[in-house]
């Protein structure tokens, strides 16, 4: 039907013009809003320290803090208190069971032991590694750089030897996460590969690109198939030392003793703290890092940086009086390293309370207390275009990445609910330098990288709040 109504073509495109430019000047105000408030956030960050004086406490105050001990329980109350000091809406504990492995005292690699050439190396046993028992043990020694060489060797060249997995990170990536990633295995997966061809113990080249004395802890695995037989790390410059004796002399001998065991399970705790919304107090944006760390250092930059991080985006939040319309979560996880039983225990509450609880995004510091770069994201297509839509916002600081990848290992069970992930991403070149390591110290965070961080991360909360996603 015809309309009883006839605009002439000029004033179509004139009123056309008019919408365009309108929508376009209501954006451009939403855009010098959204500036305003995010030059807000970093100038709060930038200006206040708490964050930093959190982490010194947390660092230097309790240490490292490996699962199941006195210090990730100090921590676990420390987090707490904390929480509970800032005025938050909702603080609570969420119960976890945790493995319990205890280093011990004993933890020697020698060399040609009583000979002519003896001498130590630098090492540490593995995580959640047998102990060798009182008198260790004293065997030959097979080097070993891939996988692929064990089937050669065969069990008659390895049955009662020591493997000795030297396989050096991959220096050529610039993006340090991936030259971990090819070195890991080795940590992770070396005692059970050995352990088919009758290994007695392993050594493994720690898992970095420094070339140093600083042995890599870290978690590794047994399999209920094979024998469970004692590993240990040792320094890169002494994985390279190891090397050279053994091209001189290939019958050399070590002797291992670690006193490491296993202890009995306790309970631990995931602290969680909320700033309640006030819209739409069901949706939940949660971010987080995870308290536990590895016990010869401090923890400083995993993860005791993204804890103070992502803490301190709630504490700007309050600073500047910005009440979200969605409820923001900080969870503070336990048992990252380990097993993860506490993302496990977070993620079983998601999915049982998922019908009246949404989570719309989660976020992850867990990568150091670097200069941040950006953000990898685990989502739609959509929901990351979506994401980078707000980039120029980011550009003035110095934060331009906005890709599809990983997220965290705490946060990655969230996915099953449909949840947007992502992860701060800072530089990594000096990560893994300290990751594991008793270099891993307070000293090494740099205050205003440690703030631009938590800055970044809430101005991303700031946006997903008042857009949602």
Request: glycine letters at 10%.
């Amino acid at each position: 039907m015809n309309s009883m109504f006839h605009f002439p073509s000029s004033c179509y495109y004139r009123l056309l013009t008019f919408v365009l430019v309108s929508l376009a000047a209501l954006n451009g105000t939403a855009q010098n809003t959204d500036s305003v408030m995010i030059r807000k956030i970093y100038t709060e960050a930038l200006t206040d320290t708490t964050s930093y004086h959190n982490l010194r406490y947390l660092c230097t105050r309790i240490g490292g803090r490996i699962c199941g001990s006195p210090e990730a329980e100090q921590a676990v109350s420390w987090s707490k208190n904390l929480l509970e000091q800032m005025g938050l809406d909702t603080v609570y504990l969420q119960k976890c069971m945790v493995k319990h492995w205890v280093r011990g005292k004993e933890e020697t690699v020698q060399v040609n032991p009583g000979g002519k050439e003896s001498s130590p190396l630098h090492a540490c046993a593995l995580g959640g590694s047998v102990g060798t028992g009182p008198d260790g043990i004293k065997a030959g020694v097979v080097e070993i750089r891939d996988f692929n060489e064990l089937p050669i060797l065969g069990r008659k060249g390895i049955e009662g030897r020591i493997v000795f997995f030297n396989h050096p990170a991959d220096p050529s990536f610039y993006y340090t996460f991936s030259a971990y990633g090819g070195a890991v295995a080795y940590r992770a997966n070396g005692a059970i590969q050995a352990a088919r061809y009758g290994a007695v113990a392993v050594l493994v080249r720690s898992a970095t690109l420094a070339h140093d004395h600083y042995p890599h802890t870290g978690n590794m695995h047994y399999a209920d198939t094979v024998k469970q037989i004692p590993a240990a790390a040792i320094g890169t410059l002494d994985a390279d030392q190891l090397s050279l004796q053994l091209k001189k002399d290939p019958a050399l001998k070590i002797l291992i003793k670690l006193s490491c065991r296993m202890e009995p399970e306790v309970p631990s705790y995931n602290v969680i703290g909320e700033i309640r919304g006030t819209r739409f107090p069901d949706e939940v944006i949660a971010f987080g890092g995870h308290l536990d760390s590895w016990d010869l250092g401090q923890g400083a930059h995993d993860d005791g940086a993204g804890v103070v991080q992502t803490i301190e985006v709630l504490r700007e939040f309050k600073a500047l009086n910005i009440r979200p319309a969605h409820t923001l979560r900080v969870v503070v996880f336990m048992d990252e390293e380990t097993d993860q039983r506490g993302a496990k225990a977070y993620d079983e509450t998601a999915v049982r309370d998922s019908l009246k609880i949404k989570h719309i995004a989660a976020i992850e510091c867990d990568r150091g207390g670097f200069t941040p770069f950006g953000f990898s994201i685990d989502a739609t297509d959509q929901k990351i275009k979506e994401l980078q839509s707000w980039k120029q916002l980011f550009l003035p600081y110095g934060i331009y990445m906005f890709e599809k990848g990983g997220s965290g290992v705490d946060i990655r069970g969230l996915k099953s609910l449909g949840t947007p992930l992502i992860a701060l991403v800072p530089d990594s070149q000096r990560y893994f330098d300290y990751h594991h390591s008793a270099a891993d110290t307070f000293d090494k965070v740099n205050q205003r990288e440690l703030q631009l961080g938590s800055a970044t991360v809430a101005s991303l909360v700031y946006l997903i709040d008042k857009y949602g996603l």
